[in-house]
């Protein structure tokens, strides 16, 4: 495994939030697709700048779009949180700084 992909464990958790297409060509391997998103969301490179080892970039770019825009994304995360506040995983303890309004660019 490679500093910024998934392990077997967290695919374990992401893996029956995604859903899967079908119908279509023969897919690429969902890890391999999932693993090519969070590489280019961690190190902000070009689309066609993405590693060989994700396959063609198109390949990762158009479910990762697809998934954002419908809100895929957003379920898993709340399911994912869901089931580590379940297990007693999660710290709620929420600290709030009284000057975030400042850094928005909010007048008090």
């Known amino acids: ?3 910024r ?5 967290e695919r374990g958790l992401l ?3 995604i859903p ?4 279509g060509r023969p897919r690429v391997d969902d890890r391999q697709v999932i693993n090519g998103m969070i590489y280019k969301i961690r190190t902000g490179l070009q689309w066609r700048d ?5 396959g063609p970039w198109q390949t990762v770019y158009t479910p990762l779009s697809s998934h954002a ?3 895929v994304f957003a379920q898993a995360l709340q399911q994912i949180q869901a089931q580590a506040d379940a297990a007693g995983d ?9 000057t975030f309004g400042a850094c928005l660019g909010r007048r008090r």
Do not use: C, H, K, Y
């Open 1 to 3: 495994m490679r500093r």
């Open 5 to 9: 992909e998934l392990n077997g464990q």
């Open 15 to 17: 893996a029956p939030l």
């Open 20 to 23: 899967r297409a079908l119908t």
């Open 50 to 54: 993405l590693p060989d080892r994700f």
């Open 69 to 71: 825009l419908s809100g």
């Open 90 to 98: 999660i710290d709620w303890l929420v600290q709030i700084d009284s």
